[in-house]
């Protein structure tokens, strides 16, 4: 069977984490099928999941129903700027700390 469907998942849903519970390892992460069809390699037809919550899906623990908004509701996620976010962080923690002594300066 043909991988080319992980390629065209990866090119379709940016957010390349289980749809179900968020885990974002890629070495768990599998595409399912969502019309059990492997051969419909649609990206509507495609999502990530985990290898857990891969097997609850096609164990129908997870349904269809409850799968296809939690795709959507991923696609519409930010994805993080971990190096943005964190220099940003710095420089709010060096704000708060210099606040902090002017103000104990001050007392």
């Not at 043909?2 to 065209?8: M, Q, T």
Request: aromatic share 6%; with cysteine.
């Amino acid at each position: 069977m043909s991988k080319d469907y992980r390629k065209i998942a990866g090119n379709h849903y940016k957010n390349q984490i289980c749809v179900w519970c968020m885990d974002s390892n890629k070495d768990i992460l599998e595409v399912a099928h969502v019309d059990g069809n492997h051969k419909n390699n649609n990206p509507e037809n495609l999502c990530w999941l985990c290898i857990k919550c891969h097997r609850l899906f096609d164990i129908d623990l997870i349904t269809i129903e409850q799968l296809l908004p939690r795709r959507d509701f991923v696609e519409t996620m930010p994805k993080a700027n971990w190096k943005k976010l964190m220099k940003d962080a710095g420089a709010k923690a060096a704000r708060t700390r210099k606040q902090n002594q002017m103000k104990r300066a001050k007392k």
